[in-house]
């Protein structure tokens, strides 16, 4: 079946420190988004992409849909605390209703 | 405000039991599906519907059956509950418009033993 590669698969930064994480696929799609969940909660969708190329910004967050529609980037400036949890890329089959997510990236911050 | 409700939060059940997890959405969205997340696999998607009285199958649907008599419930029964089933349920919800974001309830954790 079809699969999102996430990397990297866990990091440890530091308080103040930027983040980067990107999603990558064999296949093309053309609407990328990006979820982060927290500890014993269900994801929340941070960012969506619906252009090949387009960067898009939430905050500290800023997502890039990659000019091959085979990857995405996602970007946090000067982390905090509350950035701690999981980061998820997913994806839209194209002419379906369905959804693949990857298997995420797990960002841990130190004070 | 209640969005994507999810009962029970936790559940433990023996190996062929049998069990409805229920999900419910306020928001009058066309599109529900059912999620389980294991560790290290992220999401998979084990049914969905477009609408009332109509489903489909996931990446995952093998041990699990839907139903969608109504826009807001979307329930998901386990008719014979096995071990490999023990995973984190998430259930989730859009507007039936393409690009609409799913939002997600905060899970049913379900332990077979």
Redesign the interface.
């Known amino acids: 079946g079809q699969q999102l590669n996430q990397s990297p698969q866990s990091m440890f930064i530091q308080e103040g420190e930027d983040v980067s994480m990107n999603c990558t696929s064999s296949s093309i799609f053309n609407t990328w988004l990006w979820y982060k969940q927290d500890p014993g909660e269900g994801p929340v969708l941070l960012i969506a992409l619906y252009k090949a190329g387009e960067l898009t910004s939430n905050g500290r967050l800023t997502a890039q849909f990659g000019t091959t529609r085979k990857d995405s980037f996602l970007n946090i400036s000067a982390s905090i605390p509350s950035d701690v949890g999981i980061y998820f890329c997913a994806v839209r089959l194209s002419g379906t209703y369905k959804y693949i997510f990857g298997t995420g990236t797990r960002l841990k911050v130190l004070a | 405000n209640a969005g994507?409700t999810q009962t029970p939060k936790f559940q433990v059940l023996k190996t062929g039991q049998s069990m409805t997890l229920q999900c419910a959405q306020d928001m009058n969205h066309e599109?529900m599906?059912w999620?389980r997340q294991d560790p290290?696999?992220?999401?998979?998607?084990i049914h969905?519907s477009?609408g009332a009285g109509i489903t489909d199958q996931?990446?995952v649907p093998n041990g699990y059956n839907v139903s969608r008599s109504t826009t807001e419930d979307f329930p998901l029964r386990l008719l014979s509950a096995a071990p490999s089933q023990t995973s984190v349920y998430?259930c989730?919800s859009r507007k039936g418009r393409?690009?609409q974001?799913?939002?997600?309830?905060?899970?049913t954790r379900l332990s077979i033993l």
Do not use: K
């Not at chain 2, 290290?40 to 998607?45: A, F, Q, Y």
């Open positions: 994507v599109y599906s999620y290290g696999m992220g999401l998979r998607l969905y477009v996931g990446e998430f989730a393409v690009n974001p799913q939002h997600f309830g905060d899970g």
